[in-house]
C-alpha cells in the first residue's frame, strides 16, 4: 500500500511544550503507513535532536529567520527581516510571498500538511498545495491570543484549512469563539509513558526525604506559568512545605528578588533546567501547576505518570486529566485559593503518600489518541 506523505511544519524547535509535544507525536506515528516529514521555518533549537531517525528535516528560506522572535527583541539586520515580515503580513500579500519561498525547499508534493503551531504556522499551511491541511491548537486563544493583531487575516487563511485539532475541550470552544471554526476535533497530546517511567527511576539529586510536604514544580521563567504567585503563596506556609522549582528564564531575576524579599530564597531549592525532572518529580510528594493559563499541560500528565498528585488552578485541560481525588485537586485560578488549599493540605502528608501509592496504577491512554490522530489523517 502508497504510504501517505504528511508534513508537518513548525515555526522553531526551542525548549518548550509544542516542541516537545511535536516530537512526541512524531516518535508514535506508524513510518510503516505514513512518510513524515518536519520543516522548521526556522531551523534552530535545542529539540532538533530530538526528533525520531530517519526523518527528513527541512529549514525554510531566509525570508523565515525571524519568525519566531518577538519584534521587540529585533536588531540589525533581524529588525529588517521582521518588518518585511510583518510587511507582506499587514498587506495582505503573504500568501503569495509563501508560495513564492516554498519553492526553493519544499521539492515533494504532500498528502497532509500540518501546521504544529497555530499562527505563523497556521498561515504557511493554508497558502499551500497539499491535499489536506490541518491546524493544531494548543493554548486557551481566550487567555492568549496571539493572532489578535492578524485577526482578518488569520480568519481568511483558517477558511483554507480542512481541520483544526484542539488539545482540549475549553481549547476548543475558545478557538470556535474567536474564529467561527466550524471543522475541529478534540484530541488530548500524547505522552511518552514509559520514556518518563524509565526516566523517572534514575537518581534524585535535590528533594531529600522530609517530614514537611515536599512540593514541585517545573516550568519556563515566563509570566504565564505563575511562579510569582506560588512562591508569595509558599512564602506563607513554608514551615510546613519545602518547594522545589525546576526551570529558567527571563524572568529569572525578578523572582529571585522576590524570593529573597520574602524570605523564602534559601527555602526554596532551585534546581535550574533539569535535562530529566522526573526523578524529582516522583520523589516530591505533591506536583504544583501554578499557571495563568494552559492549553493541555502535558507536565501534569508526566507528573502522574512519575505517580506524583497534582494541585492544580484552573486551565484548559486539567479538568481532562484531575478526574478523581488520587489524581490530585483542582482550583479556582486565584493566588488566594492557592494559599487557602495549601494550608488545608498542611497536616495531609499521609492522604498524600496513600494517593502516590494508588497511582502507581495509573495509566495513559496514547494508543487511543494515536487511532484519533490516524483517523483525521485518513
Known amino acids: 500500500m502508497k504510504k501517505k506523505k504528511i508534513l508537518f511544519v513548525n515555526d522553531e524547535m ?39 531517525e530517519g526523518m527528513s528535516v527541512y529549514g525554510g528560506s531566509s525570508f523565515f529567520d525571524t519568525v519566531d522572535i518577538p519584534l521587540s527583541q529585533c536588531r540589525g539586520k533581524n529588525l529588517l527581516s521582521k518588518l518585511r515580515l510583518l510587511f507582506y503580513m ?43 491541511k490541518i491546524n493544531w491548537v494548543q493554548v486557551d486563544y481566550k487567555e492568549c491570543n496571539y493572532s489578535r493583531n492578524h485577526m482578518a487575516l488569520m480568519k481568511k487563511m483558517l477558511k483554507k484549512i480542512d481541520m483544526n485539532i484542539a488539545c482540549s475541550e475549553k481549547v476548543k470552544d475558545s478557538y470556535v469563539e474567536l474564529f467561527n471554526v466550524g471543522d475541529i476535533k478534540v484530541i488530548h497530546n500524547l505522552i511518552n509513558e514509559k520514556y518518563i517511567k524509565a526516566l523517572s527511576k534514575q537518581k534524585v539529586q535535590f528533594i531529600k526525604p522530609s517530614n514537611k510536604i515536599n512540593l514541585i514544580t517545573v516550568a519556563r521563567f515566563h509570566p504565564q506559568k505563575g511562579l510569582a504567585r506560588l512562591i508569595r503563596a509558599y512564602a506563607k506556609v513554608k514551615d510546613y512545605y519545602k518547594l522545589t522549582i525546576v526551570g529558567d528564564g527571563e524572568l529569572k531575576d525578578d523572582l ?34 501554578p499557571s495563568v493559563y494552559e492549553g493541555y499541560p502535558t507536565i501534569t500528565i508526566e507528573s502522574l505518570v512519575c505517580g506524583t498528585p497534582v494541585l492544580a488552578l484552573e486551565v484548559a485541560g486539567i479538568k481532562e486529566q484531575i478526574t478523581n481525588r488520587n489524581m490530585g485537586y483542582i482550583i479556582a485560578n486565584k493566588e488566594e485559593r492557592l494559599v487557602f488549599k495549601l494550608e488545608e493540605l498542611k497536616d495531609q502528608k499521609e492522604v498524600l503518600l496513600k494517593a502516590k501509592e494508588a497511582l502507581k496504577d495509573y495509566h495513559y491512554d496514547n494508543q487511543k489518541i494515536l487511532e484519533a490522530y490516524y483517523a483525521i489523517f485518513e
Open 256 to 289: 529571585y528578588t522576590l524570593a529573597k524579599d520574602l524570605g523564602v530564597f534559601d527555602d526554596i531549592v532551585w534546581t535550574g533546567i533539569l535535562a530529566n525532572p522526573y526523578p524529582e518529580i516522583k520523589a516530591a510528594d505533591l506536583f504544583v501547576l
Open 90 to 132: 499587514k498587506s495582505g500579500l503573504i500568501e503569495q510571498r509563501i508560495k513564492k519561498e516554498r519553492k526553493q525547499f519544499l521539492k515533494k508534493h504532500y498528502d497532509i500538511e500540518f501546521s504544529a503551531k497555530e499562527g505563523f504556522c497556521t498561515i504557511f499551511v493554508a497558502s499551500g498545495d497539499s491535499d489536506r
Open 14 to 52: 526551542t525548549m518548550g511544550g509544542v516542541a516537545r509535544i511535536l516530537n512526541t507525536l512524531l516518535s508514535m506515528i506508524d513510518r510503516e503507513k505514513y512518510d513524515v516529514d518536519l520543516l522548521v521555518l526556522h531551523k534552530r533549537g535545542e529539540l532538533l535532536k530530538e526528533v525520531p
